[in-house]
């Protein structure tokens, strides 16, 4: 398969300036939220500010990059981010470009944006913001499995680089952790919530407790999805049902498309695999016979659903988790990417220790075997996800 389009990053320093000077307002007023992030944290990038860093964020809301961009305001920065192609629609797409955001097509080795990563990532002073979870989890104060590219893309270019220079220079990683947190009266704005959902789905309300009302309409919504994928309902264990829904729905997709399963990847990875198919339908392939509306619509409860389980509100019966797991039934009930208005939040930032590069690169060079690489790449991840995890916690 050929590169798919590729839309490169238009940065413009002076716009970029002048929008963050006022940009605080744009997320209040238009977002309904405000950033908060400590000063000792910021003091931690702004004394790297003169080094090559690479920001790592959870991604749990689809505000996350409004937040990074208010972030970038504050820290007094111009970022680059790389961005999934699907956001870069009419305007927000063209803004996107001005502010230094590059598309990424998931699912495909997009080799133009690797190209993009590694040229950017070489510049002296380069900022660039990747979310590792590589998509949205929806999920308040848990991060899905970082995926290693970020790492992987930021050694290769700190390899090209010590052989330009013939030294190794200071290549940083810093964990980002948001966190959204509600302000106004959530009980309301719950109870709101569920009865519009009850309503829709014409479930019956005794107006018990909150979390016995969501699971009422969350145990709706599961029947409803089973009898139209076909699943054969054999266990009571809402996990394993959630489980079973979805390996159906993917080799559902998978089927359609001839594509060959790979069992070994994440369902998120094979999901874009089935999207990166679908985009590249001809005109005539998008027939009645393949059903494309509802191949993609499976596609996006696919993402919906991926990182939910059952016992995440129990576990922690916070307002953020009920708005979390309220918002993922609204998308699937009413068909919208962007669930109503649940009142005025705060993003709290907080940002972890930066990882300097350098300091693994003895253990890394290239004369040394790929597993050890590997390993290290691994390792790496792996200690910037649990970072970000221990201060979503």
Known sequence: MSDPKFIPPRQNPLLIRLVQSIFYLVTYFAFKFRLT???????????????RVVYLPNHSNLDDGVAVFQLSARIGQLFHYVVAIEAFQGVVGKILQLVGAYSLHRGVGDRSS?????????QPRCKLVIFPEGGCSYQNDTVIPFRTGAIELSLK??????????????????????????????????????????TALLVKSDRSDAYTRLRAIAKKVLNNLEAEYHVTVEQTDWNQRLENLRKQMLGYCEAKLD??????????????????????????????????EHLYLTTVRLLNFDAIYDGYVAEKPTPERFFATIDRLEREVFASDRPRFKGRREIIAKIGTPINLKDYWQEYQSDRPTASRIQIINNLTEMVQQEVQTNLS
């Not at 992030?37 to 080094?51: C, F, H, Q």
């Not at 980002?176 to 302000?183: G, H, R, T």
Request: glycine content about 0%; overall charge positive; hydrophobic content about 40%.
């Open 37 to 51: 992030v400590a000063e000792e944290d910021l003091a931690k990038v702004r004394a790297i500010a003169s080094s």
């Open 114 to 122: 690797v190209r993009q990563t590694l040229n950017i990532l070489q």
């Open 157 to 198: 270019a700190l390899e090209k680089l010590v052989k330009q220079e013939n030294t190794v220079p200071n290549f940083y990683l810093v964990p980002v952790s948001l966190k959204y947190c509600y302000l106004s009266n959530t009980k309301e704005q719950i109870d709101r919530a569920l009865e519009r959902l009850e």
């Open 259 to 292: 594509i060959a399963a790979k069992n070994q990847l994440p369902n998120r990875e094979r999901v874009y695999r089935v999207q990166s198919v679908l985009r590249n339908l001809s005109a005539s392939d998008r027939t009645a016979a393949i059903d494309y």
